[in-house]
């Protein structure tokens, strides 16, 4: 009765509100954010490593450059569309090579206060969430943003660096996850500097190996 009830829900929200592919805007017919042509247009992306410290460095897994129709599921954010956020997780463990990678717990890159309340969501989070359930291994809040920054993108390099001085720390209770395998979670990498920052952070719980990060897409 609640799947009929949730089938005959979808069937009207689909009539009133039609989707859309958000890549080219053709009508879909399913419960999905891409159309095939733009699902299979998106090109593949190599592994980048990143170095953190002399001991550890972190290996990058992009589904594709930050282009479309990768773009615009990214910015989606802005007007609080969860689906296309879920829909990044589902491309990440569709399109890179995380289903092989071996980690432990998946940490999603948090938002300030201030800017989950405005979305009332963390697009990292959600993405995290996909992974979990495609994985079956844990979400966990190791990071917290300790004050609010400025959008990085409205930044020269030298200032993204100075921005996100001191920005992360570790929660309460992080040390009982000291040499677990992290996998480090966001939308997207430009120049990387967040990412850094966060990993600066993670190390300090001493992983067990090199960290992962995933990205749905990177420009570097």
């Given at each position: 009765m609640i799947n009929l009830f949730n089938s005959a829900k979808q069937i009207v929200f689909n009539f009133?509100?039609?989707?859309?592919?958000?890549?080219?805007?053709?009508?879909?017919?399913?419960?999905?954010?891409?159309?095939?042509?733009?699902?299979?247009?998106?090109?593949?992306?190599?592994?980048?490593?990143?170095?953190?410290?002399?001991?550890?460095?972190?290996?990058?897994?992009?589904?594709?450059?930050?282009?479309?129709?990768?773009?615009?599921?990214?910015?989606?954010?802005?007007?609080?569309?969860?689906?296309?956020?879920?829909?990044?997780?589902?491309?990440?463990?569709?399109?890179?090579?995380?289903?092989?990678?071996?980690?432990?717990?998946?940490?999603?890159?948090?938002?300030?206060?201030?800017?989950?309340?405005?979305?009332?969501?963390?697009?990292?989070?959600?993405?995290?969430?996909?992974?979990?359930?495609?994985s079956g291994k844990p979400v966990i809040q190791l990071l917290c943003r300790a004050h609010k920054t400025e959008y990085q993108t409205r930044l020269t390099r030298q200032k993204r660096l100075n921005n996100l001085k001191d920005a992360f720390q570790l929660v309460a209770g992080a040390e009982q996850y000291r040499g677990k395998k992290i996998l480090l979670v966001d939308d997207v990498m430009t120049t990387g500097t967040t990412l850094h920052h966060c990993l600066r952070t993670l190390v300090k719980i001493a992983p067990k190996e090199d960290v992962i990060v995933g990205v749905a897409c990177r420009t570097l």
């Open positions: 009133i509100a039609p989707p859309f592919c958000i890549g080219c805007h053709v009508m879909l017919v399913t419960d999905t954010i891409l159309c095939t042509n733009c699902f299979g247009g998106i090109a593949p992306l190599a592994t980048k490593t990143l170095p953190i410290t002399s001991r550890y460095s972190a290996r990058v897994f992009a589904v594709s450059d930050y282009c479309e129709p990768l773009r615009s599921l990214v910015l989606a954010k802005h007007q609080s569309n969860r689906l296309a956020a879920k829909q990044l997780g589902r491309l990440m463990w569709q399109r890179t090579d995380l289903p092989y990678a071996d980690f432990d717990i998946i940490v999603p890159v948090p938002l300030h206060w201030t800017r989950y309340a405005w979305r009332w969501f963390n697009q990292a989070e959600v993405i995290a969430q996909e992974l979990s359930k495609k």
